[in-house]
């Protein structure tokens, strides 16, 4: 009997972090492609918002809405096998998973839910700062950052072609989302 547990939870926000297995080669810039386009058609095949995320050699974050029934383990999943055969079938590499397990964080329904949310994508577009890949979040091109900038009638174009969902959250603070 298997000891994994699956997270069926869905609507609410999730934090994502997701890491390659140790011993596994970092992501070059194609692979980060890859995992770009896999998440775009994940989205159109199962429509989950994606808010922010930002990919870095080995690991990625991401900002995950699946709508119920759609549960975050079930995007995860889909994500990660679809990313998984496509990287390996151009490394030529084995059929192991090159992602580990993901960690995840949930919007609780306790207070500071709004804030709490937007120190997140702040976190996640510093990292590459942090990790010392750019001076700015807008030097790292595998990043949402650039959708960030600009106003909400504006199509932005990034560099990775991965765009975020736009949504208008709550301007309450102690507001559950």
């Not at 970092?26 to 980060?32: A, D, K």
């Not at 709508?67 to 679809?82: W, Y």
């Not at 990292?127 to 949402?144: C, N, Q």
Request: with cysteine; glycine share 6%.
């Amino acid at each position: 009997m298997s000891r994994l547990r699956r997270l069926v939870v869905s609507d609410r926000w999730f934090f994502i972090t997701c890491r390659l297995l140790p011993r596994r080669l970092i992501l070059s810039p194609s692979e980060f492609a890859v995992l770009a386009q896999v998440i775009q058609e994940r989205r159109a095949e199962h429509r989950f918002l994606l808010t922010a995320w930002v990919f870095l050699p080995d690991y990625w974050h991401a900002i995950f809405y699946p709508p119920h029934p759609l549960t975050v383990s079930r995007v995860m999943q889909t994500i990660k096998d679809g990313a998984t055969k496509r990287i390996n079938r151009a490394r030529r590499g084995a059929a192991s998973l090159p992602f580990a397990k993901f960690t995840l964080g949930a919007a609780k329904g306790s207070g500071q839910a709004v804030r709490k949310y937007h120190e997140k994508v702040e976190y996640i577009h510093l990292d590459p700062v942090k990790a010392g890949l750019a001076s700015r979040p807008e030097d790292w091109p595998g990043s949402s950052v650039h959708d960030y900038s600009g106003n909400l009638d504006q199509a932005v174009v990034t560099p990775s072609g991965l765009s975020v969902d736009r949504v208008l959250l709550p301007v309450d603070q102690n507001t559950r989302i």
